[in-house]
């Protein structure tokens, strides 16, 4: 009786280490939005990087809704996922459907957009927006002059990565006290939009030198509205993302410089963080900024 | 060995001619340590940078990442974060031979530009922060920006003229993607006309 005992025992111990052995963690992509190709090269990258390193990983699209994103959160942890890395619709909405998955014991790595909470997710690997609009900031004063007038295209109110690019931007701008900021809007980060908000401000002013917008698909609105009223040549365009057109754009003279991103970069690093912990780590920063590079005339050949 | 009395001189000298603040009993009985006050950017300022041992000449600078890039990016770059580029702390004595909007030009091919600082180049070559130290990067963001007002009060109003000697030391970014590399720029932490 003992030795059948036995011989179950070792049946169940084989049994449960093959089906451990089968069955790796599974990853989970959940993006903002899919609309955007900047985001689709976001998730693309986290899947393929996940697959890399042995796990099988599904994208989620919460098509800019938080509700969305709720019930995909709810899905993904009843179907067993081991770890998300995630691109947040809202950076306090979002907080909840992050704690739910802690405590489900699913680790959740933040790609690009923050959520106002250290508390929740497992690490935030971010671009330092900050930083990257100071030197488009630097290169806006070198570029204008240090007298002139200029409009400025917010991104969401509500996003935490428009504010980080304002105040990287105005960190160096308001040291100028000859450069007058004439008019302030915000674009969605959406290019008709912001070309919609540019048509308005040039129907009120004049006199225009420049103008910052906090995403690339707006540089592009903003260029559109300008080239359509004949001003071009005269107002110089900032931008931010690293856009293929925009880079194009900077070659050809046409807008003066943005701040590459890197996806990529970020997806790998969360994805190679959730790998990390499937392997024991726990100890993660709260905080990872991944580097934006000025891109100009002169730098543009290397991007 | 020449190279490396004549860096040692030139921090001596800059930092004996640094004005003296009063040390920090202990910063890091907290958990997350660094507030942005002025004690804080002082002691910043002074051990991280100008009383560091990652200081390098700029010639010297240039070799070992010509050289041997790993090597050099590991031994005395730094970065906060993810990136291609790190940054360093040089110094230098060299005469000038140009000053335009800022940018004061040496005879050895080095750019100072004394008057954009606003960059996280000296913060993060120092290696004086971690990114643990700080709850947000909100948080960082802020220490950054009052520590380079700090720094540009520094070196503002210095009068410099072109044929002068100047030495100083300050931190530059390099780019492995931007290799070989001849000459850098230089955001100057101090500056001393000799």
Redesign the interface.
Known sequence: MRNVILVLLGFITMACTSKKEIEKPKVAVVISTLNNPWFVVLAESAVSNANRLGYEAKIFDSQNNPANESNHFENLIASGYDAILFNPTDADGSISNILKAKKAGVPVFCMDR?VNS?EAATSQ??S?N??GC??I??EF??TIGEKGKYVEILGLAGDNNTY?RS??FH??VDQFPGLEMIAQQNGDFDRNKAMEVMETILQANDSIDAVFCGNDSMALGVYQALKSAGKSNQIKVFGFDGNDEVVEKIKAGEIVATGMQYPK?MAK?AAQYADQYFQGKRNF???????V?LVTVETSK?F | MLKKIIIIVIVFILGSQSIYFKRLSDLNNEETSFKVDSETIEKLYREGILESELIVPVDQLINDINLNTELTFKDFGNRMGIGESAYFLVAETSNITKIEDGQISLESGTVVDAKYIFGNELRDASRFLSLEDFDSQSDLNSLTEAFNKYVRNQVANLDTKVGESISFIGACRIDKRELPIRSVVVIPAKIVIQ
């Open positions: 923050e250290n690997i971010l330092d900050y930083s100071i030197a900031g630097v004063v070198k980080a105040n990287g960190a160096v970069v690093t920063p709260q905080h990872v900024p991944v580097a590079d290397n």
